[in-house]
């Protein structure tokens, strides 16, 4: 299996909190992670049966009811995150209606349903998160929904090798099919130009999300201001690095080496991009 490149940056604001806020942030972490992994217990796998049991999961989430799709200690607290921070379970009950597209096999056919999915899925994570820093103002949430997908298809990208080990792609196949690049292509790892045409796409992609999300920076507090300058730099080093590699995620995929994560951190602070 290929190393994970994205080890390289902790998951955007898991640690980045004050005492008081940190047990909710994991919180949230874990009820997003678990669902990621959906176990649909005691149904047969139908279509049918799936919807059917996610509608329900979906209903009792919203309700703050206990949960079957994830373990009790998981969604309590969840739950309790929600009720000391006011937090709205509606963005979890959207979290769980997202993972029944993670259940076998994970395809998108078209770019219009794959952000239907990122929308019901990271978006509402991160939503939750600006919420746990008292972000309000309905302008700084679209900049956080589109850091959301940013950081969501930036990991899609980086992992690409690994989820498709898992029988999952994160790329609209309309998409492959414009490139002439099939599934097989990618999970043998060929990299010929179709394949590094594919990927700057989505690289384009990434950077557009992040650029689109890069103004709730300074509308947040010192500490957060300082943690999301940091994530933000260092997702665009990776892409940076990944387009030295002719987009190769195989062979030689991307990584932060010890001088890029100083570069990154003193980026940070002076307040500049990394050069490329």
Known sequence: MAPDPTADLPRPFFDQWSRARRPAAHALWRWHTALAEPQPLGQNGTPTALDGFFDEECRRAEAGEPMRVVREDV???????????????RLLGAQVDAARRLCGETRFETAAALKTFVGRWAVPHGRLLAGLAGIEMSIHLSYADELARGFFHLARLLRLPRDLEENRLFLPLEMLGRRDVTVDQLRAGRVDEAVQGLLWKESVRVRDALAQGRPLIPNLSLRHRFALKRFWVGALELLNDLERRDYDLWDDPPSLSLFRRVQVYLQTILGRSVSR
């Open 75 to 89: 969604w309590t607290d969840a739950y309790a995150a929600c009720a000391e921070h006011d937090l709205d379970r």
